[in-house]
């Protein structure tokens, strides 16, 4: 893909994010890996229904401006995801409705937040993690998640929102998808015995990939 064709494709994402109501307001931001070690960001303040190609960031991996307007304020814990984990190439971040619901609840399970009771969950994401509360923009968020790059895809931001990993953009996006369905999910049979899947069948999705 061109350098264009990365930008176009962010933007087209990311539309589609708001237009189904994943992104509400300015809320969210997306990141894309391009070659020599820069990175595309969404810029602070903008509506994911919104983005202009030509105005989205470009940094180096130090976080400096190459072009385009100033990146999201989260744009630390992106390059820090980015650093620790080279086989990250894209990040979404969503409050999106179901799974920012769930971020806000206490005595979740710290290492996975969602236990397995969908194959698509496992086979794209495996687990959530949880990352506790800070402001957002805060550095903190990038200390907690450059600890865990490379021990999962998706992170819970407590009260907060999520953050989701790819091998691409689409890769990205289609992994916030299927998280944020099953959070919505989860919350639809609240109260109702769910058949979890056994370890075995864990076990046995995460040997096959997707
Ligand atoms: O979702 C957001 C913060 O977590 C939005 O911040 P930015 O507009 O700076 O990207």
Redesign the pocket.
């Known amino acids: 893909m061109t350098e264009l064709e990365q930008k176009q494709q962010l933007v087209e994402l990311a539309k589609s994010f708001y237009q189904r109501g994943y992104s509400v307001g300015?809320?969210?931001?997306l990141s894309v890996r391009l070659d020599d070690n820069r990175i595309l960001v969404?810029p602070?303040?903008?509506s994911l229904g919104r983005l202009d190609a030509d105005r989205l960031s470009v940094l180096d991996m130090q976080g400096n401006v190459l072009s385009g307007d100033k990146p999201?304020?989260?744009y630390v814990f992106h390059l820090a995801l980015y650093q620790q984990n080279p086989k990250c190439n894209a990040i979404v971040?969503l409050?999106s409705t179901y799974l920012t619901a769930l971020s806000c609840l206490d005595d979740l399970d710290q290492d996975n937040a969602i236990k397995a009771f969908t194959p698509y969950y496992v086979m794209r994401v495996g687990k959530l993690q949880v990352i506790p509360y800070y402001r957002?923009?805060s550095p903190e968020i990038a200390r907690e998640l450059s600890e865990r790059a490379l021990t999962g895809k998706a992170f819970l931001l407590a009260n907060?929102?999520i953050v989701v990993t790819g091998s691409d953009l689409l890769d990205a996006a289609d992994n916030a998808d299927e998280l944020e369905e099953t959070a919505k999910l989860q919350f639809i049979l609240q109260g109702q015995k769910i058949r979890y899947l056994t370890d075995d069948e864990v076990k046995d999705l995460e040997n096959r990939g997707k």
């Open positions: 300015g809320a969210g931001n969404t602070t303040g903008s999201s304020k989260e971040h409050h957002p923009g907060h929102g």
